[in-house]
Each structure stands twice: as C-alpha cells, then as structure tokens.
C-alpha cells in the first residue's frame, strides 16, 4: 500500500467518527453546549481520570456507539449517553488522534519527499549511466569510425603519394630536360664568346715574336689550363648526367670562365703594352741618341762648314785685298804718269775714277715669324677664335670710358643689379618662371627703365655706351655660372642655355661676346693648345691656358681649375643643344655642327693630362646622344678612331682617372652602341 492510500483510510475513519459522536449527542441536546459560558456537561463521581489511556476511552466509546438501529427509534434517555467526561476525553483522544496523525503525515510527506528526492537521484543515476553508456558506445563507434577513416586516408594517402611521387618524377624528368636545354644554350652562348676571345689572343700571341711570346709565358699557360677546363665543362654538359643546381651552375662556370678569360686578355694586353712602352721608351732613347748623334754629327759638319766658309771668305778677302792693292798700285802708277800730261782737274777725276767702290754692308734678316702648329690648333679654328678676340676687344676698349668714369660708379651698380638678380634667378622650374626672368633682361636691353635701390630708375639708353657695357657684363655672368650653378648641378646649365640662345638671336652680337669670355676662360673649347712663347714663365703660361691666380698671387689648384673647367665644358655643349624661345624663331645660332666640329679637331691638337680627357668625356655625355642620332655611322666612326688611335696618343701624356674614366666611358658606348640622352634638357617649346 502507498503512503497516499494510507492516508486517505485514515481521513475516512477520522470522519466516520465524527458522524457516530454527532448522532449520539443530537439525540440529548436540546440547545447549546458548548462555549466558555457553559459549564460541562457531566455528573460528579462519574468523571474519569484524565490519564487515562487513550486506548480505553475509544473502546468505551467505540463499544457505546455501536447500538442497535433499533435504540433510535425510541427515546432516548440520561441513563443511556456517556458522561461529559467520557466525552471530553473523547475529544482529546480525538485532537491527539489528530496530531498523530498530522504527525505521521508529516512524517509521511517527509518520507514520500525523501523517496522522491531518492528516486529524483536514482533516475538522475540511470539517466547518467545511460548518457554514459550511450558517450562509450558513441566513442567506441567515433574511434571505430575514425579507424576506418584513417585506414582510407591512409591508403588513399598513399595512392595520391604514388600519383605524386610519379608526377614529381616525370616533372622532374621535363625540367631536367629543360635545364639540360637552357645549360646547353647558355653554354653554347659561352663557348661562342670563348672561343672568338680565345682565337683572337691566340691569333694575338702567334702574331707576336718569340721574345714578346715569352713576356706573356704565364698568361699562355694559363690560357691553355683554361680552353681545357671549359672543354670538360662542355662536355659534361653535352653528355646530361648532371643534377638541376649542376646545370645552373654550369652556366654561372661557364661565365666565369668567360670572364676570366676577359681578364686574361686584360692582363696579356697589359703585360704587351708595358713591354711595348718598354720596348717605345727603348726605341725613344735610341731615337734620342740616334737624334743626339745626328745633332752632334750636324754640328760638327756644321762647324766644319762654317770653318770651310770661314776659310774661303779670308782666302777670298785675301784675294780681293790683293786685287785691291794691284789695283791701287795700277792707279797709283798711272795717275804719276799722267801728272805732268793733264791738268789738275782730270787729275782729280782720275783720282775719283780709279778708288775702289765701298764694299756692301751684310744685312741681318730676321727670319719671318712662322705660322702656329696645327698640332696646337687648326688654321680654321684660329681664324675664328681671332674674330671673335677682336670683336671682344674692339668691344672693351669701347666702353673704357665708362669704366673708368668715377662718376657713372652708381650708374655701373645698377646696370649690375639689374643685370645679376633676374640672372641668377633663372631656373626650369616652369616655363613661366624662365620667361619672367627673360623678360626682365630683355627689357631692360630694350630701353625700360628698371628700378635700382633707393627708388631710382635708370634705362640703357642713359649713356650711348651702356648697351656694349652691360652686354659685356651679362656675357661674363653667363659664364661664371658655369663655375658656381652648373659645375655642381649639370641640369642646371640647360636653362641657362636657352636663355643664352634666345638672346643670340636677337642680339647676334651677344652670342660672339659670350663665345670671347667662354674662349678666355677655356681656349680648349677652341680647340687651342696655346704654345709657350719663349722667356715666358710657367705662371704666366698657365694663366694663358685658363688657369687663375688668386689675390695671393697663388696659382689655381688643378682640381678646382679641373672643376672649372667641366662646368664651362657642360654649359658650352648644352648651348650647342639647346633651343631658344619659341616665339623669336627656330634659327639656331650655334647648333650640332660646332659640337661634331669640336670633336673632330680636338682629337688632332696636342693632349694635355686630364684636362683634355675631362672635356672630350663632358661633351660626349652631353652631345653624344643628338651626334649619334644626326651623324650616325660617321659618328661611330668619329668614336671608333678615338678609341683606337686617340687614346693611345692621350696615353703617352696621361695615366690619372680623367683618362681612364674617358676609356670606360667609350667602351661602354662600343658595347652598347648606344649613348643615353642628357638629363635635364628642355623639351622643343619648353617656354
């Protein structure tokens, strides 16, 4: 039976007795009694003990209640109802009863609360030890799959490794293939490079004699250690059992080999040309003795010669003294003959008639003064330098006055200003910013007036030789620039340039005045190689060729003349290049023609150490391009001759960096028959 069955029995009994005590106790009641106002309803002596056990009094009233139906039906009287003690005793029997049982549901509730919590556990345990069982049986069939997935990759793994493996290898086979390929063309490439380069040294070495062979006996062994190591490369290459990094690095053996090569052929030559400069400086020493022999021999027959003249011109005034003597004693005998015959007056004629004439004095003729080596410069290149000289000077002696004038000294001043700060202002930082400063210049050799300092304004036109003046001293700013802007910044020299042609055309004889201060500053822009004059000092000399000297009286040092001289050389070239103003027209004024002039006669006057190495290198970097692009194959041929025939002429003079630098620069532009265009030139139409 349940703990709910169990109470509900005891609620029915509970009831049941209620209705039993209610029936027996409405048979005697006639109103209330019950209340605090009521006394109780019981007789003295008849009262119980209110200790007695609960147990009697409910058997006393359970044997009281039972009476039989038919008791009812009469009427009821006090001898057959209980006492008010039984009663009462039967209430408390019934609230204790009560408690008991409220306490024994209590109880139950709490068991049944107890049995639940426990069954609450007990199915929260199999639920777990289901979940449990379930997570096991779950991980056991996970592991089982996995297994079965890991068995499938694994195999198929191993299939793709195959295919893979397979794949590599016939991959691995075509790049073979190709680097075998590549190897056999890159090194066929070499050995094309090689073999020319080895048949012309050894085309060199039998050329040569057995004494100049033996200079380069080292260099020979060498070449052969070397054909022999490139002919097993070749081989090992043809036959292509090499692994993929022996293939590249075949090739890389192979350049090197090449390059080796090259540098053998270097050091061969270099080995030949110091035994050919020793083998020249042997012959110059006995050109010299044979030439000192020569001149001895000369002298000597020379002396002989003057001693033989000498000789017959005494023999000779010997001959003609003696003539002179027969002939005066003749005279002599003869006048005392006649004396006494004639009269005094042909006496005296024949006196006059018969002295001998006066000998002729010898007249010293200095010889005419010889015309200058075209070693020096060309009779073409002199005739316009002396033009251009001329018109210079013609144009300083001019404006002397106004010079020396102490009271134009403020006029002078800003004629300067307004000459040097639109001047240095010009740069091509926009066609706008070149134009506003040109015009600047412009109108002011045009006649506007400029403003100077203190408010003052002053035109050219307020002295009559302010225009040769101030184009004498813009001619000379221009070309200072090439000492402070351009020698340092190349670029710079091209809108210098443009200006300096716009000018040219409107004023042609600015352009000759600039040309006279560039000529005076560098005469190798000429070209000219000024001799040295006899008795002239090598301070005196070198200023001639453009050096300077200081306030010191101290000579310029050659890197700063070497520095100098590069900036007028860039200017000079980017004048020949570059165009000026659109709007004043294209006429050029100075154009290619004076660049592939220059270079034609430069390579035929006398070479000086780094200078003329520096300027031929300067022009070359700067016309190069436009030369090549205009002259083409003449001007290849132009390089060619300066690079075999030239520079073995440059040699003899210089051996510094100027010269070596030229000989890396003209064989860069051999290989690459190509010369890069000047950086910085003005597009046609910058401004």
Known sequence: MSVEDMIRDM?????????????????TCKGRTLGPDREPFWVEGQKKREDEGTTNAEETVAEKIIVSPSIREKEPSLSCFPDAEEIN????????????????????????????????????????DELQTERLAQKALREQNENLINQQAEQLAQVQLEAQQRQQLDL??????????LALEGVSRCQRRFGNKYEGIIKLLLSLDKETVQVCAAQNQQLKELGEKFDQLVCAVKMGNCEQSQYLSSIIRAEQYCKSLDDLEGEMIKELAEFSELIQQQIKREAAQRLEEEKQRKLEEEKKRFEEQTQRQKEKDESEAQQRQQLAEEAAKAEAAKVEATT??????ETVQATPPPEPSTVNVSPAEGNISGAYVHPSRLAFYNEIISLYQAKVDAVKPLQSEESLKQYRTGCQRAINLPLNAITAVSPQHLSNNFEKLYNFFAGQPVRVMNDATITINDHPLARDYCMLLMAKKFVSQSETAISGNPQAAFPFASVIMTFWKLLPDFGKVFLAYLYKESPYMVPYVIPQQPGQTAEQYLKSMGYRLSDKNELEKPDMFLKRQTGIARLYAAVIITPGRKADGPAHCFGLEEGWRWLAHVVHVKPLPDISATLIMEILQTLGYELWRTYGKQFLKLLLYIHISYMPQLAIYDEGGPKTRLEMLLGKFLRERQIPQAVGLLPPGFW
């Open 11 to 27: 609620d029915s009994l509970h009831l049941e007795t209620v209705f039993k005590h209610a029936a027996i106790a409405s048979l």
């Open 344 to 349: 005094a007056e042909a006496a005296k004629a």
């Open 172 to 181: 691995r086979k075509i790049t073979d293939q190709k680097l075998h390929k």
């Open 89 to 128: 005793a039967s209430i408390f029997k019934r609230e204790m009863a009560e408690q008991c049982r409220q306490s024994v549901r209590k109880q139950i509730q709490e068991l049944k609360e107890r049995q639940q919590s426990l069954q609450i556990q007990r199915d929260a345990r199999q639920k777990e």
